[in-house]
């Protein structure tokens, strides 16, 4: 098979430019990433799969940030409009894991008709009293067996629509009160403490085929954000068992500093599998494309695992499935 180079990238609008799929070409992305800039109509987002796949050559996965929410990417009157997860959930009640499936069996549909493949959920940080409003109201709750319990519906529901879904944000993000796009938070609780709540709701999804890190410190292990240090990946791969492919943050975010081909030389060395880098010059892209080259052994495994976790959709009645959830949120 093919070795991948250790990237997801972006494009700048609705179709690639002639410069942008030579670049794709000769770099072999493992992965892509659309933003909202991306998207148009329907028809035009599937070209642009299209062209993303050709341009190196395969199925490559295709991911997107369709949380909903704040974070959703398509968006009405063409695609469903969803509230919030964590008002979603709040008002599921007794309900939320079924209508947390059925939630994201939809997005699912939606996704694949339109040639995306994977999509940056579940997100199972833990919501707390300094969450940071940026990530608080797309948090499922905050208890870690339930956060769990919702995120492997989450996870189901994406898989069954045949969409890979990406856990994030590894290990943990719900302490932080600073916005990571940013600055870069800081977390001063006990290894213990993070165990046992943080740490907890990841450890139950180790198995799902893809996850994503957190750009923060913890200060009690390292002082490198997770994304870079070698002592949060340990404890990511050992103690909480994640042995599936890590891409990175976007590590264009200002909680990382420096320049990227060094954040990305980092962030490969301290363990994780690919990096994630958007919003970005196509000379920027390149250079961080560079650094990172090719995936290692390990990586280029897990890479091929995660896409071997890719399913045909089940076969199922989306308006029936709609309708469904209509009436278990009506009746919660």
């Known amino acids: 098979m093919t070795r991948f180079g250790a990237t997801i990238l972006d494009a700048d609008g609705f179709s690639l430019s002639k410069d942008e799929k030579a670049f794709f070409r000769s770099s072999n992305p493992f992965g892509f990433i659309l933003f909202a800039r ?6 035009q ?7 993303m796949r050709e341009a190196v050559g395969r199925d490559a996965p295709i991911t997107i940030d369709q949380e909903g929410g704040r974070v959703q990417r398509l968006r009405g009157p063409i695609w469903t409009e969803w509230t919030p997860p964590l008002d979603f959930v709040q008002a599921a009640g007794a309900h939320a894991a079924q209508a947390m499936y059925l939630r994201y069996r939809l997005i699912a549909s ?9 999509n940056c959920a579940p997100m199972v940080d833990l919501a707390g009293p300094q969450t940071h409003e940026f990530l608080r109201n797309r948090c499922y709750g905050s208890d870690p067996a339930i956060v769990a319990k919702l995120g492997r519906a989450v996870a189901d529901g994406l898989l069954a629509g045949g969409v890979l879904p990406v856990i994030k944000h590894m290990p943990g993000h719900g302490r932080t009160t600073l916005d990571s796009h940013h600055d870069l938070p800081h977390v001063d609780a006990e290894i213990a403490t993070l165990e046992t ?13 893809m996850g994503m890190t957190a750009h923060l410190v913890f200060e009690t292990l390292d002082r490198q954000p997770a994304t870079l240090s070698p002592k949060i990946m340990q404890v990511i791969r050992q103690d909480i068992g994640f042995d599936n492919l890590i891409m990175t943050d976007d590590i264009s975010m200002k909680a990382l500093k420096g320049a990227y081909p060094d954040i990305t030389r980092s962030a490969i060395a301290a363990g994780c599998d690919v990096v994630l880098f958007c919003n970005a010059s196509l000379s920027d892209r390149a250079a961080v494309a560079d650094a990172a080259g090719q995936m290692t052994d390990a990586a280029q495994q897990r890479a091929e695992r995660a896409l071997a976790a ?18 278990l949120l009506s009746g919660a």
């Open 38 to 43: 991306n998207i148009d109509t329907p028809e």
């Open 45 to 51: 987002v599937r070209r642009l799969c299209g062209e």
């Open 110 to 118: 939606e996704l694949l008709d339109l040639g995306i493949d994977s």
């Open 197 to 209: 709540s943080d740490f907890a709701p990841f450890a139950a999804l180790k198995d799902v085929p």
């Open 310 to 327: 890719r399913k045909p959709a089940d076969d199922v009645d989306i308006d029936a499935l709609r309708a469904q959830l209509e009436t």
